[in-house]
């Protein structure tokens, strides 16, 4: 018994040994990992310019996304009594004329700036022509009045008059 505790204690020895010479020799001809720089920047001061431009523009950042709320979306805009396949009809945009522009020479087209009451307000510039939509197409460009097709339908959009002063008739 002595003698197999002896051999199994030698073993053991110079299995150590080996795998002790094995480590050495391989981290001697292990390739050094340069160390990476981490370049920490100094805290610069925010001027106020800078602050009231963020206010300014606060409008394009994006708004924070509740996945709670998107989870209920879907019922939200569908109808979940109606049967399958259904799609809801998408709102028909209307427009807001905002200015024309006539040329005086024929060198240039007349165009129209429109604003669309709608969804997100998106603004656009047309001449006659332009679809917006499906089937709606802007057929004549006038002073301070666009006229829209609409399959069959014609719709004028008139420039809005603001008074800025009061009629001279009037006093209090």
């Given amino acids: 018994m002595k003698r197999i505790l002896k051999r199994v204690c030698i073993f053991s020895i110079v ?10 020799t391989l981290q001697r001809f292990k390739k050094p990992i340069p160390k990476k720089e981490v370049n920490v920047t100094p805290k610069v001061e925010r001027r106020k310019v800078v602050q009231k431009n963020e206010k300014l523009y606060a409008h394009l950042k994006p708004k924070p996304v509740d996945h709670e709320e998107l989870f209920y979306r879907t019922i939200i805009e569908n109808n979940i009594f109606a049967p399958l396949g259904w799609k809801p009809k998408k709102p028909t945009p209307t427009y807001r004329l905002i200015g024309t522009q006539i040329p005086v020479g024929q060198e240039i087209k007349a165009t129209a700036i429109l604003q669309q009451t709608t969804g997100e307000g998106v603004i656009r510039i047309v001449s006659i022509g332009t679809k917006l939509g499906e089937d709606t197409v802007v057929a004549d460009i006038q002073p301070k009045q666009v006229i829209l097709h609409k399959g069959k339908q014609r719709i004028a959009l008139r420039l809005a008059t603001m008074q800025f002063l009061k009629p001279s008739g009037t006093r209090r």
């Avoid at 299995?15 to 050495?24: E, K, Q, S, T």
């Fill in 15 to 24: 299995l150590f040994c080996g795998f002790a010479i094995a480590h050495v």
